[in-house]
């Protein structure tokens, strides 16, 4: 069975032959990882057969992308989203982020010129992140080239990009969003349809240009550790009629939706569910997300990626380990599919090389379906 048919039976809870396996280490920890044994000649995902690849979407307003300056310690850029962000060299740690091209509603007359597709512009879709995509976009034939360099690696292959509230405080600012959000939800709402009505274009651009996706995957963190950054009210006003903008064209278009959203956004996953929502990562475990919980509640309305603990990765023993694995792939496979692994974030440098080499031979072990018959 090839990766993609796997993820795809996974989805459809019509029992793959294994649980597919995704997941994203810091980049710290995979120089750890290179210091501890892991081959430098080996992509990580092909050294563990990662069964999901990405290329990613600029629906920015492509403002100035620029280096500003680099050193040993510090990086700090101009984002083609709207922002200035300083980040520490060769680590993943929280970003500094010093500057917001959206400083008030004139400001957003200019930037809002940018969410448009220019027709004869570069492409808007490339196979390298749209983070510190620091080089210039691909042509259209140039991306499409790239598209079917994936296509025949047979993984299943996300589009990703921003949600709307993830994208509108990259340039309005993340505080000055928030306060937008309760004191002026009309102008907040404006900002995200603008930039929903670019993600749709591009996605349609991306079909017309024979590039389609077996899922998208929306980047949208709403919640941090203890729940959601803004009332469920609130996101249901200005943010659930944009999702299901985005989840209607998804299932026009027979393209799977997949979230990314780190904290505890429980309180909303009934909508998103309304929405179209099909996957949900990565659940984050200290945020009070148990993958044997969600089943239970959601049954096969979702699909959950993630909820590894890298806490318990890093401090716990061999046994706190391979029970959590077994304990949470297990009603899984009974089931017949829903669940695909992932860390439930990223992968700290905290965790060695051979501490994540059990994690994955844990999983490999008990992520086994049992054959038809």
Not at 72 to 97: E, N, P
Not at 141 to 148: D, F, H, N, S
Not at 175 to 197: C, I, N, R, S, W
Not at 308 to 314: E, H, K, R, S, W
Request: with cysteine.
């Amino acid at each position: 069975m090839d990766s993609r048919e796997r993820v795809i039976r996974t989805l459809n809870r019509t029992r793959p032959d294994r649980v597919p396996l995704m997941d994203a280490p810091w980049e710290d920890t995979l120089t750890r990882w290179y210091a501890e044994g892991l081959p430098r000649d080996v992509p990580l995902e092909d050294y563990f057969g990662f069964d999901i690849d990405e290329m990613s979407l600029d629906v920015s307003p492509r403002c100035e992308q620029k280096l500003i300056s680099q050193d040993d310690q510090w990086i700090i850029f101009k984002d083609r989203a709207g922002y200035t962000v300083k980040k520490a060299a060769g680590k993943s740690r929280t970003m500094l982020f010093l500057d917001h091209v959206t400083k008030d509603k004139a400001a957003w007359e200019e930037v809002k010129r940018g969410f448009r597709l220019d027709p004869q512009g570069a492409a808007r879709i490339d196979d390298a992140s749209y983070f510190m995509h620091l080089g210039p976009y691909p042509t259209w034939a140039e991306a499409r080239l790239k598209y079917e360099a994936k296509r025949r690696r047979n993984k299943y292959l996300l589009f990703v990009a921003y949600g709307p509230y993830e994208a509108t405080w990259r340039h309005r600012g993340f505080e000055t969003f928030l306060m937008d959000l309760a004191a002026d939800p009309d102008f907040a709402a404006e900002m995200a349809g603008v930039y929903t009505d670019l993600l749709l274009v591009v996605l349609q651009r991306c079909l017309d240009e024979g590039m389609c996706p077996d899922g998208f995957f929306m980047v949208e963190d709403l919640a941090y550790t203890a729940g959601m950054l803004m009332s469920p009210r609130t996101w249901r006003r200005v943010f659930k009629p944009l999702v299901q903008r985005v989840g209607q064209f998804l299932r026009q278009n027979d393209i799977a939706f997949w979230m990314h959203c780190c904290g505890n956004a429980e309180a909303v996953f009934e909508d998103l569910i309304e929405c179209g929502l099909q996957v949900i990562q990565p659940l984050e475990a200290k945020s009070g997300l148990d993958v044997r919980r969600l089943r239970q509640k959601y049954g096969t309305r979702l699909t959950f990626w993630g909820n590894i603990n890298v806490i318990n990765m890093a401090q716990g023993s061999d046994a706190e380990i391979e029970e959590e694995i077994r304990s949470k792939i297990a009603p899984f496979i009974a089931a017949g599919g829903g669940y695909i692994y992932h860390s439930d974030h990223s992968v700290p440098p905290e965790v060695s090389w051979p501490r994540y080499k059990l994690v994955m031979d844990l999983v490999r072990k008990y992520g086994v379906y049992p054959a038809a018959g």
